[in-house]
């Protein structure tokens, strides 16, 4: 018997035009600074955004922006608080600082039981911050949400494009749209990664600078826009408005 919830999901994201999942091969990249900086960014361009924290066992996007102790309303549904002009979504609202140590049907579960009971309304855009690699989340999600398109992010680490490389092929085969591929935390003037996507046939979208800047700016929005970071992330945003 097919899980009911599958079908409210439908019926709940039905009115968000795109849905966007910041996601990479391998961990640490900075998804979770690029997810919620941009989120951010559309916001403030007077897209209505959402952004939704799908790295259940380490969430982080609430420390990037700074926006402990809220909590969604019940209302036939969760209604994400609206923070810093985003609507906002996380497993923390329920684990709070406790861990959620979450096995593969937990995992799926938990996922189904987030995506059938918020409530998004209208939105532009839904960004998703992804949990690392090709888990559980990304193919529960592909199944989930076929329409989603993904903004693949790497360092400047031919180690961590090699994951790309791989992740990149099985969206390929599975027919998931790819917006693009942005190489954050540059240190070198080498354009190697630039060459390797533009090979794979990739958008090239942004560089994103090593910013000692950002372990500041942790927690405190108005900050975060000000960095380097922040400057590469606002071209993908654009990116993202005018093709996507
Ligand atoms: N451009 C940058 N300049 C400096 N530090 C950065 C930059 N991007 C990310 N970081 C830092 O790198 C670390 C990893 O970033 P982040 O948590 O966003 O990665 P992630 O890919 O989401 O990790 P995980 O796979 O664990 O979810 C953080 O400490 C973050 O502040
Ligand atoms: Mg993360």
Redesign the pocket.
């Known amino acids: 018997m097919t899980d009911p919830r599958i079908g409210i999901i439908h019926e709940r994201m039905k009115e968000i035009t795109k849905i966007i999942a910041v996601s ?1 091969g ?9 997810a919620s900086t941009l989120a951010l960014i559309l916001a403030r361009k007077g897209c209505k955004v959402g952004l939704f924290d799908l ?1 259940f066992t ?1 969430p ?1 996007t609430h420390v ?1 922006l700074g926006v402990g102790g809220i909590r969604p309303k019940e209302e036939k549904g969760i209604v994400p608080p609206e923070v810093l002009g985003l609507k906002y979504m996380s497993i923390t609202y329920y684990s709070g600082d406790l861990a959620a140590p979450l096995r593969g049907t937990d995992v799926s579960n938990a996922l189904i039981e987030l995506l059938s009971i918020t409530i998004w309304g209208k939105l532009d855009y839904l960004i998703l ?1 992804m ?2 690699g090709i888990g559980d989340v990304t193919l529960d999600l592909i199944r989930l949400l076929p329409n989603t398109r993904f903004l693949i ?1 790497t360092t400047s680490s031919q180690l961590a494009f090699e994951t790309v490389k791989k992740f990149v092929g099985l969206l390929e085969e599975m027919k998931m749209p790819v917006i693009g591929v942005v190489e ?2 540059k240190m070198n003037n080498s354009d190697d990664i630039h060459l390797q996507a533009d090979k794979l046939g990739l958008k090239f979208l942004a560089v ?5 800047e ?2 500041s700016a ?1 927690g405190d929005a108005e900050k975060l826009l000000g960095t ?2 922040a400057n590469g992330v606002k071209k993908i945003a654009l990116e993202i408005m005018v093709r996507n």
């Open positions: 990479s391998k961990g640490g990249v900075g998804k979770s600074m690029v790295d380490s982080s990037v911050d949990p690392p992010v954050n935390m994103i600078p090593y910013d000692a950002v372990e942790i380097a970071l």
